[in-house]
T-cell receptor, first 117, second 112 residues
Framework: ETGVTQTPRHLVMGMTNKKSLKCEQH?????MYWYKQSAKKPLELMFV???????ENNSVPSRFSPECPNSSHLFLHLHTLQPEDSALYLC????????????????FGPGTRLTVL | GENVEQHPSTLSVQEGDSAVIKCTYS??????FPWYKQELGKRPQLIID?????GEKKDQRIAVTLNKTAKHFSLHITETQPEDSAVYFC???????????FGKGTTLSVSS
């Protein structure tokens, strides 16, 4: 498997469920990202990890909890979501230096289409 | 923080015409400006990018221009084809400790 992969590709969950989204990159990158894509906000940055450390959290509700155990894997843990959280969740990775941010191409995964009932 | 404005939000052209999408950014420290294309049901993919040390870059039918003084950059597609129909996102980045900031996207429709 090459590039950035995401599982599952589709997920339907109730508001009381707990689920996790998984992202894996096979590119040797040191930065990983979670985005939410919906009709209202096409590419909304949620979390950024550089060298496994979370560097950005764009006022994301606590019902979304990221985890980055190593530079190749990124998880998004979901619990007690709301119907308005239904969206496409995209993971991306890039190779960044210590002296610049967002300065190189981001490679996106195929996304997880999440539906919250 | 950085703010990226993208216009227009939708653009319809006839096959063979040119299409231009414009973006402005606010952070003067930004030095990397990529453009992504997202076809329906697919992931965003980089189509062209430019860094602040050049003013223009071209790749076949696609070109990007950058005006650092005015803080705006544009995507130009010539001789458009139906397969160019997609959502196009501009972005700006490069400041240490920050991530790329994306514009809100332009839906381009090319009719034959």
């Amino acid at each position: 498997e090459t590039g950035v992969t995401q599982t599952p590709r589709h997920l339907v969950m109730g508001m009381t469920n707990k689920k996790s989204l998984k992202c894996e990159q096979h590119l040797g990158h040191n930065a990983m990202y979670w985005y939410k894509q919906s009709a209202k906000k096409p590419l909304e940055l949620m979390f950024v990890y550089n060298f496994k450390e979370q560097t950005e959290n764009n006022s994301v509700p606590s019902r979304f909890s990221p985890e980055c155990p190593n530079s190749s894997h990124l998880f998004l843990h979901l619990h007690t979501l709301q119907p308005e959280d239904s969206a496409l969740y995209l993971c991306a990775s890039s190779q960044e230096s210590l002296w610049s941010g967002g300065g190189n191409e981001q490679f996106f995964g195929p996304g997880t289409r999440l539906t919250v009932l | 923080g950085e703010n990226v404005e993208q216009h227009p939000s939708t653009l319809s052209v006839q096959e063979g015409d040119s299409a231009v999408i414009k973006c402005t950014y606010s952070d003067s420290a930004s030095n990397y400006f990529p453009w992504y294309k997202q076809e329906l049901g697919k992931r965003p993919q980089l189509i062209i990018d430019i860094r602040s040390n050049v003013g223009e870059k071209k790749d076949q039918r696609i070109a990007v221009t950058l005006n650092k003084t005015a803080k705006h950059f544009s995507l130009h597609i010539t001789e458009t084809q139906p397969e160019d129909s997609a959502v196009y996102f501009c972005a700006a980045g490069g400041r240490a400790g920050t991530a790329l900031i994306f514009g809100k996207g332009t839906t381009l429709s090319v009719s034959s």
